[in-house]
């Protein structure tokens, strides 16, 4: 396209004149004939000219025919041809780069560069200290008293802002990578997904990474020519890792996506910046390292969602770790979620994508850059619920799980023949069955359901008071934290309500207070799933879905 454009300016002027040398052009042209001398080549006939045009173009058009026609498109498209082919012709000579390069390419439309700023009443840009209060209830009174706010400034599309040198550099310098010993047993498609990539979400780009994350780690560098395995040498640098960063949930008050620079220089923030300061680190030293995130925790309450990092070793197996916490085969999540995904540079087309137009999709389905690992972490299987006529039409419906206070969708199924089948779903997790309109949001279809360890299922359908004259409930939510069991336990005089779901809604069955230790309820429905609040909270109180069998609190 770049040669092109460069050809059309050139038809301004007679093709003979780039053949002729500067005192032959002074001669007089002699039409309808070839002549030669010691001027050079000398080109006078119109027929020649348009015939050597033509074979200039064929020239042009096969060069090109080695670049696919959709990395063609993409470039011009971009505003950036100059760079962009630049680079491609850089590894003309070398299928495998050029492939990896094809690879971002492909891949990087959705990537791009959002400027945060933090702004002031005033409209004055600063970088707030966060870090500097204790806790962060006392940082976001701060913020709301100092009036800041943040703002997105601009967003820069990578196919426009990337360079050569850049895309160049990265190639190179990950090629090298994977030659090391760690890198033994990695695959080409492996290598491209989780180790190539040169950005990770959002972020502004920054120029030699990969050498500059390095050198702050020079120890490891230095020693990191012995063959160990990669899953030890990622356990290597998380150590160094934990010891220059903290955990500090006061920074998702600030801007977001701060530059792998910026995490350096920071040194503590939230389970984002933690996974994200480990991706770039990892990768810096060539290790296949991923971000896995659970969207919500269906059996744990106080907390909405979690994020982690998983290297890939050298057996083909994946080993969840906290970034900048916990290492390698001594991680794992510690609580129930019902998926569990992992984000990828490349674009995963999936179902929702094929089925429903991008405006009927909703907001947290529309990513492509994701794949279910929901089974690498908890027994699951595919989950088939019936539906009935009014939404046997639906091409897609939704499954959630109950989560602060309310139902949250985790996950979508593909409706066929009057059935809709959710894909890789944990299992001891309840669902409820949802549809979803971009006018009206999600709504509920039916009884919430056990999806049981064992594959079975069965719903939760309120019915007729129970047998029991009274029952006593000790506790308002349970959970677990590594081998523990915690409760969260009643407050002696507080006044606590029992919900049970029916018809499509919570319904407040009775209040009662707290007296030794116990709440009492008469004549409660049999066969519902119930919440029990306490009143005095107007937050997540760490309530938990539970149902009741032989009086007895069984929660989910």
Request: proline letters at 5%; charged letters at 25%; glycine letters at 6%.
């Amino acid at each position: 396209m770049y040669l092109i454009k460069k050809w059309a300016k050139a038809l301004h002027k007679p093709i003979a004149y780039y053949f002729t040398p500067a005192k032959s052009r002074k001669m007089k042209n002699k039409p309808f004939y070839l002549s030669q001398s010691s001027y050079g080549l000398r080109l006078h006939s119109t027929w020649s000219i348009i015939i050597l045009l033509l074979l200039l173009l064929g020239i042009s058009l096969s060069s090109c025919s080695d670049t696919p026609s959709d990395i063609r498109e993409l470039i011009a498209l971009s505003d950036n041809e100059q760079e962009l082919e630049a680079s491609i012709d850089y590894f003309k000579e070398d299928s495998l780069k050029t492939e990896a390069l094809f690879f971002l390419l492909r891949n990087m439309p959705r990537k791009g560069t959002k400027n945060y700023v933090e702004r002031t009443r005033s409209k004055e840009e600063v970088q707030h200290d966060w870090g500097q209060y204790e806790g962060y209830d006392v940082a976001k009174k701060e913020k709301e008293r100092l009036c800041i706010h943040v703002h997105r400034k601009d967003a820069i599309p990578d196919l426009q802002q990337i360079t050569a040198d850049f895309l160049i550099r990265n190639i190179e310098d990950a090629f090298e990578l994977w030659q090391q010993p760690w890198g033994v047993g990695i695959s080409f498609s492996d290598f491209c997904e989780y180790i190539l990539p040169y950005r990770d979400r959002f972020e502004p780009l920054t120029s030699n990474w990969r050498s500059t994350t390095r050198s702050l780690h020079k120890d490891i560098a230095e020693g990191s020519q012995q063959e160990d395995g990669n899953v030890e040498l990622c356990a290597q640098i998380n150590d160094s890792l934990k010891a220059n960063f903290a955990f500090n949930y006061n920074y998702t008050l600030g801007a977001p996506y701060p530059s792998i620079q910026r995490l350096q220089d920071l040194g503590e923030g939230p389970c984002p910046y933690m996974t994200s300061l480990t991706l770039y680190t990892m990768r810096a030293f060539g290790l296949p390292v991923a971000r896995d995130f659970a969207p919500y925790w269906s059996n744990i309450h106080h907390f909405s969602s979690h994020e982690w990092n998983a290297v890939l070793g050298q057996d083909g197996q994946w080993y969840p770790f906290m970034g900048c916490e916990a290492n390698p085969r001594t991680y794992q999540p510690i609580f129930q979620a019902p998926k569990v995904f992992r984000e990828t540079y490349s674009q995963q087309e999936s179902a929702i994508h094929k089925l429903l137009s991008p405006d009927e999709i909703p907001d947290r389905f529309r990513r492509k850059d994701l794949v279910d690992v929901t089974n690498l972490y908890y027994p699951a299987g595919d989950l088939s619920l019936s539906v009935s006529s009014d939404y046997a039409q639906e091409p897609i419906l939704y499954l959630a799980v109950f989560n602060q206070r309310q139902w949250r969708v985790a996950y979508w199924g593909e409706v066929e023949a009057e059935q809709v089948t959710f894909k890789n779903m944990a299992q001891g997790v309840v669902y409820q069955l949802m549809s979803y309109q971009p006018s009206r949001g999600y709504r509920p279809i039916g009884d919430p359901v056990l999806f049981d360890k064992d594959g079975s299922v069965r719903s939760f359908a309120a019915g007729e008071a129970a047998d029991e004259e009274q029952i006593a409930l000790s506790t308002f939510g349970l959970g677990s934290l590594g081998s523990n069991d915690y409760r969260n336990p009643l407050t002696e005089g507080d006044t606590y309500t029992l919900n049970y779901w029916t018809n499509g809604e919570w319904k407040i069955f009775d209040s009662a207070k707290a007296v030794d230790g116990l709440v009492h309820f008469e004549q409660v429905p049999d066969g519902a799933i119930f919440t029990l609040a306490r009143n005095a909270l107007n937050r997540t109180s760490g309530e938990q879905l539970f149902e009741l069998v032989d009086g007895e609190q069984i929660f989910w």
